[in-house]
């Protein structure tokens, strides 16, 4: 096995692995029966991303691109389908989800009947895809960092998410790398620091009253 394949598995089982933390919530709904303190936008964000690379790996023939983002779409559709059944809010969803769906269309519809084939296609959709991309590593952290630095409440990180999330950024950093590809590398580089950035977080405030960290599954 040669080190692209070593790095093409790595990047299947940590991103598999990050997207099935979602999987905790699935768990708390069936439980609870409710969907409360769980958050809906995420799950579908994610989708649409997942859906988004799942072309660019498809233009691309990278099946580990393919592969990972077939995994996680259907994992999103899961947890979407989930959130529907236990949420009272039933219309907000369905708002959303449709407003969703309309984003995608008219994102296909662009990328296939206004682009031409080739190059320009691939780079183009690679380029938003590493935009949504980073806009969902960074986007949370202003809100997370300012409620941790607020309210010093560790309820707030989730710690199997952020190990998960490091490995999976560093793992798809160093297959782009060894592609080189950037459209793969540099979306992927925020998730290292915001991790490093969680991890810090952790460090500093979720201790237990006898200083000994506490590393407890929690929500972001």
Request: aromatic letters at 14%.
């Amino acid at each position: 096995m040669d080190l692209t394949q070593l790095l093409s598995w790595a990047c299947i089982v940590f991103t598999v692995g990050m997207f099935s933390t979602g999987l905790t919530d699935l768990k708390k709904m069936r439980e609870s029966k409710s969907a409360d303190n769980i958050q809906f936008l995420p799950f579908l964000t994610t989708c649409l991303n997942n859906l988004g690379w799942l072309f660019y790996g498809t233009l691309k023939r990278d099946h580990t691109i393919v592969v990972v983002n077939v995994i996680g779409a259907l994992l999103q559709i899961l947890y979407i389908v989930m959130y529907f059944l236990y949420t009272k809010q039933k219309r907000l969803v369905v708002l959303q989800t449709l407003a969703a769906a309309a984003v995608l269309v008219c994102g296909w519809l662009y990328f296939t009947t206004v682009l031409t084939e080739g190059e320009a296609r691939l780079n183009q959709l690679g380029l938003t895809c590493s935009v949504v991309t980073v806009s969902m590593y960074l986007s949370p952290l202003t809100d997370l960092v300012r409620h941790i630095m607020g309210t010093h409440m560790k309820q707030v990180l989730s710690f199997p998410l952020t190990v998960a999330t490091f490995f999976t950024s560093t793992a798809w950093v160093l297959y782009g790398l060894q592609l080189n590809d950037y459209y793969i590398m540099v979306p992927n580089t925020p998730g290292i620091f915001t991790s490093l950035i969680r991890f810090y977080l952790f460090r500093k405030f979720a201790t237990t009253s006898q200083g000994s960290p506490s590393y407890k599954p929690l929500h972001t």
